[in-house]
């Protein structure tokens, strides 16, 4: 076993699975992948099945009875993570928006550079690294990060990104139980909770870009419970 899990929580995402396993698997740092799948009716479950027989003891597979939503998705994977006593647990998507070269980067500002948390970020200090989002999406995505920073002084540019690495500790300490969003605001949630608790989370430039196979999780609801969840999250704080 390694000391690092990548997380790629999948749902209809057959076109993609195979290359970004294989792009995980060819990168100098070695890692662990735990794919996390919401019983995909096209079949990305028994692609996994298949490579495990190619990379025995570093690809697992947990396949849950339905699609309940990317935060469930990311905390069933934490918890499994966490009893198999990995150090560092790294989230990425499956649809190639987080560049597999960057794992490494995010690993060694935990394992190096002192980070409890490091976050593959789009937005550090003005710049925007997307490519492929038409303008309306850029602007939403850019003034929900603001607006979670002006609404909680949480001190990170890109609040909600989803190619972040962890420190086990991190994870223990957060109540996982208590994670209220299931949508993309869980990055938001996660983030917060860690800050609230005094973890050093750092920032790691990357360029994300948009998927070009498979079908976009966005919704409009998982908007509105990013946008309209935060001010409760606030006062919430760590529970």
Known sequence: MNDTLVIIPTFNEKENIEAIIRATFS????????????????????????????????????????KTGLGTAYIHGFKWAIAKKYDYIIEMDADFSHNPKDLERLYNECATNNADISVGSRYIKGKINVVN?????????????????????????????????????????????????????????????????NFNIKEV?????????????????IISEAVFGVIKMKFRGIE
């Open 27 to 66: 990168q100098k740092k070695e890692m662990d992948v735990l794919i996390v799948d919401d019983n995909s009716p096209d079949g990305t479950a028994k692609i996994v099945l298949n490579l495990q027989k190619k990379f025995p003891n570093r690809l697992f597979l947990e396949v849950r009875k339905e």
């Open 133 to 197: 989002w038409d303008f309306k999406r850029i602007v939403l995505s850019v003034f929900a990060s603001k607006y979670v920073r002006f609404i909680t002084r949480i001190p990170v540019y890109d609040t909600t990104a989803g190619f972040v690495c962890y420190k086990r500790k991190v994870l223990e300490t957060i109540d996982l139980d208590k994670i209220h969003f299931v949508g993309y605001a869980f990055q938001i949630e996660m983030k917060f909770k860690a800050w609230k608790h």
């Open 205 to 221: 430039s990357i360029i994300f870009t948009d998927r070009i196979k498979g079908t976009s999780k966005m919704s409009g609801s």
